[in-house]
Nanobody, 116 residues
Framework: QVQLLESGGGSVQAGGSLRLSCVAS????????MGWHRQAPGNQRELVAH???????NYADSVKGRFAISRDNAKNTVYLQMNSLKPEDTAVYYC??????????WGQGTQVTVSS
């Protein structure tokens, strides 16, 4: 079971940027995809961005053009660069690993707060 540890959350004003990092406890070469999800109070957890082992990416419509997911397999790390942040981006952000069937491993989450 891979363990995931996120970092990089914090508080920022609208229009600002943050970069989240997620380090895996072992090589993630064998993982089909890595993803970033978020959950705001009272809302369901949603998939924000994911990246396959080959580097193909996909994004939720709400973050397209503002967020960018990337991975460094040599460092077992996945990143989420978040630009032009909006108050509605406020949520707990979770890193997750996909085994081809389901999102099977989750980090503990990191809080992102965007003030207007």
């Amino acid at each position: 079971q891979v363990q995931l540890l996120e970092s990089g959350g914090g508080s920022v004003q609208a229009g600002g940027s943050l970069r989240l990092s997620c380090v895996a406890s072992r090589s993630i070469f064998s993982v089909t995809s890595m993803g970033w999800h978020r959950q705001a109070p009272g809302n369901q957890r949603e998939l924000v961005a994911h990246i396959t082992s080959r580097g193909s990416t996909n994004y939720a419509d709400s973050v397209k053009g503002r967020f960018a997911i990337s991975r460094d397999n040599a460092k077992n790390t996945v990143y989420l660069q978040m630009n032009s942040l909006k108050p509605e981006d406020t949520a707990v952000y979770y890193c997750a690993a996909y085994n081809g069937i389901r999102w099977h491993a989750w980090g503990q989450g990191t809080q992102v707060t965007v003030s207007s």
